[in-house]
């Protein structure tokens, strides 16, 4: 796994929403306006974060693995499957990013093992054999990742006082305690938890769930901005609750430049998308068929991290 | 006697204009600059673990605030820092890319390139809050301090006018002692808004 620990040393500087470009407008001095005296001059907001990518690397992304563990409270999460996995790749200089769900039954090479679900990988080497996977499988290489499980995610999503998500379509299932209407609401920790997990009562099954978690994260990305927007310093809670609840492979310092990094991307200019693929069968296992047209999707983000 | 009073006014008018001083005045200030106070309304401690004893968060807004007090100084209050518009102190308060980055925004950071046309700055009411951010292993690693700023000021020609300037400025440790490694800044210059009256502007009271 590459890590920039250098380059985000070496750059605690400009980002997140830290990066707004500013200008300073100055209404210019007319003729008849007297020498000394200065025209209106509104200073745009200037945002500068604490990211700085190296000369000639401005356009290569940084990438985030999210690994959501099955894991039950007071299990050990590396221990379970990962029933969630989102790579999330980060471009700053165009203030844009890329969530990238896989279906946690594709089956796919994981280093070591063999040809497995996905899911498998944590169990087998934990998140840094699940790093491996996805920087095989998609010629992407991961920077940092988070793990965490059921309870962890719940208490990080209480943390920050819930999140606001706009729920697709209505949702009542039974299984994850998903019961929802379609629309905008703010979900707890639990109810969180079940709308990332609902795949019964969806209408593409893993496909919808993995989108959904998409959909999960990048509303917390928004709640972010919001929550800066009213207090910056709540980027420190934010912080906070990050790094008490999840397993990461990000120091403390790291985490506050990712943070300001992500305080710079607009949330409109992040793509949600999942991986095609189709259903079958290996051995008695139901598994994902990631499509061939996976492939031009990694291509189009590895250089810049962002679709198009 | 007459005759001696006006002499007196006029020897007296003479000096005032030549050492520059009095309102309207048309040359430099010799005044020294005022002095900047910030009224820190509160220090935030946000803790991975445990909060650190009092005395050391103290401690922190101590060395924050003069960081502050020195950035904004040289920024907007005193001319001898201008360096005629350069600021060439500037980056000192800064670390890493944020430095060189602080060079290239003068103009959003300092009075700019209005600073040579500038007599006299004055502070008023100017408040700072401050948040740390506590590592597991109960050092300070990071702050963030946000300043509203406010002063009344005069142009060399006599002409009035109000500065308003916000920021968070992010701050880290940075060989023992702090420095802003990341900011977010606005601001206003109103020469229409007179003297005396906060000029308008965004909000200074950002919800703690």
Request: aromatic share 8%; glycine share 12%.
């Amino acid at each position: 796994m590459r890590r920039r620990v250098a380059a985000w040393t070496a750059l605690f500087t400009a980002l997140c929403g830290w990066v707004g470009v500013g200008a300073l407008i100055g209404e210019a001095p007319t003729a008849s306006a007297q020498e000394d005296t200065p025209s209106p001059v509104v200073i745009e907001r200037l945002q500068r974060a604490a990211y700085w990518p190296a000369e000639g690397e401005e356009n290569r992304p940084l990438t985030v693995l999210a690994i959501g563990s099955d894991a039950r409270p007071g299990d050990e999460v590396e221990a379970h499957l990962a029933d969630s996995l989102h790579l999330i790749t980060i471009n700053p200089e165009a203030n844009g990013a890329t969530i990238l769900g896989f279906p946690r039954d594709s089956y796919v090479e994981i280093p070591g093992v063999g040809t497995r679900k996905i899911n498998e990988a944590l169990f087998s080497g934990g998140a840094e054999r699940v790093a491996e996977t996805i920087e095989g499988l998609t010629g992407i290489p991961v920077d940092y990742y988070f793990l965490t499980g059921f309870e962890g995610f719940k208490r990080m999503v209480g943390a920050v006082g819930g999140i606001e998500v706009h729920i697709p379509y209505a949702m009542n299932d039974s299984a994850s305690g998903a019961v929802f209407d379609e629309g905008p609401q703010v979900l707890d920790g639990s109810q969180a938890l079940a709308f990332s997990r609902n795949r019964k009562n969806t209408p593409n099954g893993d496909f919808s769930r993995s989108e959904n978690q998409g959909i999960f994260i990048h509303s917390a990305l928004i709640a972010l901005h919001r929550a800066y927007i009213e207090d910056p310093t709540a980027i420190f809670q934010w912080m906070v609750a990050g790094v008490t609840n999840t397993q990461t492979n990000l120091s403390l310092g790291e985490l506050l430049q990712l943070a300001t990094t992500m305080m710079q991307i607009d949330p409109a200019k992040v793509t949600n998308l999942v991986v095609p693929g189709s259903t079958g069968s290996a051995g008695d296992a139901s598994v994902v068929f990631i499509s061939d047209a996976a492939q031009d999707i990694y291509a189009d983000i590895r250089d810049d991290g962002i679709i198009g | 006697m007459l005759s001696i009073l006006a002499l007196a006014a006029i020897g007296g008018g003479a000096f005032v204009l030549l050492r520059g001083g009095g309102e309207g005045g048309g040359g430099g200030e010799e005044r020294p600059p005022a002095d900047l106070a910030w009224e820190v309304r509160f220090t935030k401690v946000v803790a991975v673990d445990e909060k650190p004893p009092q005395g050391r968060v103290d401690s922190a807004t101590e060395e924050i605030s003069a960081l502050m007090d020195e950035l904004y100084t040289t920024a907007f209050v005193d001319p001898a820092r201008w360096g005629g518009g350069g600021f060439p102190d500037l980056d000192s308060y800064f670390s890493g890319p944020a430095a060189q980055r602080a060079v290239e925004d003068l103009e959003q950071l300092t009075l700019g390139s209005l600073a040579p046309r500038v007599a006299r700055v004055d502070p008023g009411a100017s408040r700072l809050n401050i948040s740390v951010l506590v590592d597991e292993d109960s050092g300070m690693t990071a702050a963030i301090a946000r300043a509203a700023f406010r002063a009344d000021a005069r142009t060399k020609g006599g002409e009035k006018f109000k500065i308003f300037h916000r920021g968070s400025y992010l701050m880290e440790q940075v060989d023992g002692g702090w420095r802003i490694t990341g900011y977010d800044i606005e601001g206003e210059i109103n020469p229409s808004a007179g003297v005396g009256e906060p000029a308008p502007g965004p909000s200074a009271e950002a919800t703690p």
